[in-house]
């Protein structure tokens, strides 16, 4: 298979490389995410005016350039590679996803102003009692008259804070893990107040947990048909997961590359520990656990356009590597940095932080493995 990139996907590439490169600062990005908004808004408007990187896998009619799952692996890689905290996945690949294929004039409207930079989209679907799977839903949305009445709560709605709109899944018929019976919701959160408690997670990014107690949407808030949600969340939930896969790769790369830049720094006994043979071999086991990482990558990238089961088994594999090799190549690195890997100071422990984050989110190696299995069996 060729792996090779276009003229127009290696300047992609190199653009948005050297803009995170020149103007993405670490220090900065940390003090919003930790002490600030959480996130840098001149940063995201940037990303729209000047990269147009939030329109590029949206479609043209929209604003966007139509771009596909390479140009998708090509940023989200490079948004890993600089620890990019502004919540792109969120909003461009699973909010986006899902108003693609829900369509209509509310959706497409809100395409067009995330393309622009106007709008950060968040996506409510874990809740409670789910276990983090999605056609678990007891949040509920109920008829009255010209309105929908919603009740129920969502939890770790990743980018809540900082969002203008929601994108909210609700049963309206069914029982509570049908697939069939689930819908989703718009909510502008200019227009609806939203019992809303913000959180950090353990990566410095802003969460919610949110509460719907007889909140009144409008009858035009439900996107798509009625109840039949969940195919456009089960493919737009697999391209998410790719998008961050490859944001892994992005920080596996940086923190493979960090580790043995410093072992050649780093010395003891008068000599660079990188010349010590039990850290080469565990240089060497880092850099195969990247390499497999990259191939996964390729592969979930490669199947986004696949009939939904081998889209999923591709997916599920690439999951599962990729959290295997976060966790391998993230307490590899910390160890031989030693205790100063997991400092403020040190960009290693903010990468290992996103990596362990990354590891489960939208699901663990447990049950992507487990997915994977069910998919494969025989009989």
């Known amino acids: 298979m060729d792996f090779s990139f276009t003229d127009e996907q290696e300047l992609l590439r190199t653009t948005v490389g050297k803009f995170l490169a ?4 670490l220090e900065r990005s940390r003090a919003a995410a930790k002490t600030g908004a959480g996130w840098q808004p001149n940063i995201w408007r940037a990303f729209a005016d000047d990269l147009g990187i939030l329109g590029a896998t949206l479609p043209e009619s929209t604003g966007g350039l139509g771009g596909g799952p390479i140009e998708l692996m090509i940023i989200t890689e490079a948004l890993g590679h600089a620890l990019v905290i502004e919540p792109f996945v969120e909003t461009v ?3 986006g996803g899902l ?3 829900a369509g209509g004039p509310q959706a497409e409207a809100l395409l067009t102003r995330i393309a622009a930079g ?3 989209v968040a996506v409510a679907v874990e809740e409670p009692a789910s276990a983090g799977t999605w056609h678990d839903v007891t949040t509920t949305a109920r008829r009255d008259g010209d309105h929908w009445v919603l009740d129920g709560a969502k939890i770790a709605v990743s980018s809540g804070p900082l969002a203008s709109h929601l994108l909210v899944t609700a049963r309206t018929s069914g029982a509570q893990r049908d697939t069939i019976g689930i819908s989703l919701f718009l909510l502008d959160l200019d227009q609806t107040s939203v019992a809303m408690e913000p959180l950090r997670t353990i990566d410095d990014r802003r969460a ?5 107690d007889g909140l009144r949407l409008s009858a035009d808030a439900l996107l798509g048909a009625e109840g039949r949600a969940w195919p456009a969340l089960e493919q737009t939930a697999d391209e998410a997961t790719a998008a961050i896969v490859s ?3 992005g920080c596996l790369r940086r923190v493979l590359a960090d580790t043995v830049d410093y072992t050649k720094q780093r010395q003891q006994f008068g000599q660079p520990i990188s010349s010590f043979q039990v850290l080469q071999h565990r240089m060497v086991d880092m850099y195969l656990e990247v390499e497999q990482a990259v191939a996964a990558q390729y592969l979930a990238i490669m199947k986004l356009g696949a009939e939904p089961a081998e889209r999923a088994r591709a997916v599920s594999a690439a999951k599962a590597t990729v959290a295997r090799a976060a966790r391998f190549v993230g307490q590899s ?11 403020e100071e040190l960009a290693l422990g903010h990468y290992f932080k996103r990596l362990t984050a990354i590891e489960y989110q939208f699901g663990s190696r447990d049950r992507h493995l487990a997915r994977y299995a069910g998919l494969t069996a025989v009989g």
């Open 118 to 120: 106007d709008a950060v």
């Open 247 to 249: 944001e892994a790769v």
């Open 333 to 343: 690195a910390v160890q031989t940095h030693g205790a100063m890997g997991m400092t």
């Open 208 to 212: 919610a947990d949110l509460t719907f």
């Open 22 to 25: 020149d103007r993405y600062d």
């Open 99 to 101: 108003l693609q294929r």
């Open 93 to 95: 690949v699973l909010a």
